[in-house]
T-cell receptor, first 116, second 114 residues
């Protein structure tokens, strides 16, 4: 069974608008971490934002925020004020537990295109 | 270095050829991971090192894949007798012991087997 599901293969957004990229996850472990990474055409995976399963508040990092709905097992990424440079692949990932010695499990990704 | 460095960036191998992919992690990072990313897919875990010890190799797809990190810093992923299905981007990631939630990735090596 898929541990991370990203149902949007591609998304378009107008420059300066906000966009939400969907991610649902599946785990029975109470301790886990959720991550979003950006992968531009250069290939490097760029860390954007992290949410721990025990964190009470939704994570925010600049223009990125994570809409964490634990009961629904949902961890959507919201990008506000989209910029042309935001065009890239976006991957949701999970670690269970969230420590640095466990591998990340990735979804299939969403390709975001920002239109001028 | 400032980030995770991988070489070569691109590799074209003839089917049956052996290849070696190098990863130079961020200095001081204890944890090192290798991932394989097929075209249009998310990265998939291959193997994990903590210092020089290979603690998890459950993701290696066959015994043709071998990884090492002999001195606990630079790591090499070796693929023997390459096949067309090995064509993918191979990503390396490292993590700091003091910030053990975030993994830093290199730019990857794109392997094409012809």
């Amino acid at each position: 069974a898929q541990k991370i599901t990203q149902t949007q293969p591609g998304m378009f957004v107008q420059e300066k608008e906000a966009v939400t990229l969907d991610c649902t996850y599946d785990t029975s472990d109470p301790s886990y971490g959720l991550f979003w990474y950006k992968q531009p055409s250069s290939g490097e995976m760029i860390f954007l934002i992290y949410q721990g399963s025990y964190d009470q508040q939704n994570a925010t990092e600049g223009r990125y925020s994570l809409n964490f709905q634990k009961a629904r097992k949902s961890a959507n990424l919201v990008i506000s004020a989209s910029q042309l440079g935001d065009s890239a692949m976006y991957f949701c990932a999970m670690r269970e537990p969230p420590s640095g010695n466990t591998p990340l499990v990735f979804g299939k990704g969403t390709r975001l295109s920002v239109i001028a | 270095g400032a980030g995770v460095s991988q070489s070569p960036r691109y590799k074209v191998a003839k089917r049956g050829q052996d290849v070696a992919l190098r990863c130079d992690p961020i200095s001081g990072h204890v944890s090192l991971f290798w991932y394989q990313q097929a075209l249009g897919q998310g990265p998939e875990f291959l193997t994990y090192f903590q210092n020089e010890a290979q603690l998890d190799k459950s993701g290696l797809p066959s015994d043709r894949f071998f990884a090492e990190r002999p001195e606990g810093s630079v790591s090499t992923l070796k693929i023997q007798r390459t096949q067309q299905e090995d064509s993918a981007v191979y990503l390396c990631a490292s993590s700091s012991p003091s910030r053990n939630t975030e993994a830093f990735f290199g730019q990857g090596t794109r392997l094409t087997v012809v």
